[in-house]
């Protein structure tokens, strides 16, 4: 067969793909699929009222015609971003792909849907509760990396000024990052299962889109039928995203005042 034949196969059926099953795997979560996944949070990972754990990707591909400097990203390749964010067992509640290689961490989860829903209070998120009986109620977060800026709804770790001779910010360090590698181990299992991200993707960036829906919906699907410890046996630190997903560059600012005094999980966790 020809490539444009082949082309239009992949695509059609990664269309398909996406839209018979992402109703099914990856539905929008309600308020009682958002406190399901918080209570397995805080079972699994000792991190309360989290709502998932996020992170973004870049998609290595080849460099389109006349893409210009769109898709160049900070470490010399092209690429797209895939932006996750993933519950305590590995699977995706939701996905943005299709952003810029070149635009910035914040960029890219600002102005996707996601982050939108988040910053306009869009996504049925249970009200706050205690973490404790006849504690002060505690804000439901996202967690995320130092990629990331701080808001009243998303936590990322102390910065190293921050934890020097502190225990109690290294403490709330290290829990966070319990529950955000979670999503770093579902990166690492969906490169390990689908080979095609450990290289340059070499089609149309419109085309990768489609596979990146497809692919993270098919893993969603098989994560009922599989044991994914198996793959998380081969994942470390150095070879867990593989070459195809580079991480996204970290966050150069201050945080806002207002995610300081309006959210206070970390002192409830660092007790």
């Known amino acids: 067969m020809g490539f444009s034949t082949i082309r239009e196969i992949v695509e059609e059926v990664c269309h398909i793909i996406w839209k018979v099953l992402s109703p099914i795997y990856m539905p ?16 699994l990972w000792n991190f309360p009222n989290c709502l998932g754990s996020l992170d973004g990707k870049h998609i290595n591909i080849r460099c389109p015609i006349k893409g210009g400097s769109a ?5 010399g390749s092209n690429s797209i971003v895939l932006l996750a964010l993933v519950n305590a067992h590995y699977r995706f509640i939701t996905i943005d792909v299709g952003s810029y290689g070149c635009n910035s961490d914040g960029n890219v989860f600002a102005k996707s849907i996601l982050g939108n829903a988040f910053e306009n209070k869009k996504l049925d998120v249970p009200e706050d509760t205690s973490l404790e009986d006849n504690g002060e109620p505690m804000p439901y977060v996202i967690v ?11 936590m990322r770790p102390y910065s190293r000024v921050s934890v020097t001779e502190n225990e109690r910010n290294k403490t709330f360090n290290y829990r966070l990052s319990r529950a955000r590698r979670v999503v770093e181990n579902a990166f690492g299992i969906l490169s390990a299962r689908w080979r095609v ?8 960036h419109n085309s990768v889109n489609k596979i990146v829906l497809a692919v993270c919906c098919l893993h969603n699907m098989l994560y009922c ?13 150095e070879s867990e995203i ?6 996204l560059e970290p966050l150069r600012g201050n945080s806002t ?7 206070s999980v970390a002192e409830s966790l660092i007790l």
Do not use: C, M
């Open 28 to 43: 929008k979560p309600t308020k009682d699929d958002w406190k399901k996944i918080s209570k397995e949070y805080k079972e």
């Open 71 to 75: 898709y160049y990203n900070y470490k």
């Open 144 to 154: 995320a990396d130092e990629a990331f800026a701080l808001k009243p709804y998303l």
């Open 197 to 204: 991200f450990r290289t340059v993707i070499q089609v149309h």
């Open 225 to 237: 039928s599989h044991d994914y410890d198996y793959y998380l046996d081969d994942i470390n630190e």
């Open 242 to 247: 593989g070459e195809g997903l580079d991480n």
């Open 257 to 263: 005042q207002r995610s300081f005094e309006g959210s």
